[in-house]
């Protein structure tokens, strides 16, 4: 059981932002995950694992889900390149605060048992946990 509670901020991750500028699901997924991740819209690798904050990822879907799901790169390549239109919505993210009382122990499987609740809507569920080593601001990140 799990005490405590949780502020979560949700937001569209768009092709392009009101200022016109260019977004992109796998270089959202690189930062929350922590991982350097071929970006195959400018044949780039991503460079994000320089990142120390990340304790944790894992990416969970629904039982039907192809295989190719659960590898980060194919995933959110895949959904980069799908998406044709300049106002297409790639992703939603949502962000939420571990408050304090809710011991690190505990972290990984309550962000589990939440992304659970958009898996079994259908959707993929990519999920990174960020703590600087200040326990001030613990938080999750769930991309669908």
């Known amino acids: ?51 120390q904050d990340v304790v944790f990822t894992d990416i969970l879907g ?24 300049k106002d297409s919505r790639l992703a939603k993210e949502i962000r939420c605060s571990i408050t304090y009382g809710i011991p690190p122990d505990q972290w990984s499987a309550m962000a589990k048992d939440y992304a659970q609740l958009f898996t079994a809507m259908g959707c993929v569920a990519d999920i990174a946990i960020h703590e600087d080593g200040t326990g001030i601001h613990p938080h999750i990140h769930v991309l669908l």
């Not at 392009?16 to 195959?40: C, P, T, V």
């Not at 044949?43 to 994000?48: D, I, N, T, V």
């Not at 629904?62 to 239109?85: F, G, Y």
């Open 62 to 85: 629904p039982p039907d889900a192809p295989d190719w799901t659960k590898d980060r790169t194919q995933l959110w390549n895949k959904v980069d390149t799908s998406a044709k239109r």
């Open 1 to 51: 059981m799990h005490s405590g509670s949780i502020h979560c901020h949700v937001k569209n991750i768009t092709r392009r932002d009101r200022y016109g500028k260019a977004h992109f699901a796998l270089l959202k997924a690189a930062y929350n995950s922590g991982q350097d991740l071929w970006f195959a819209g400018e044949e780039r690798q991503s460079k994000f694992s320089f990142r």
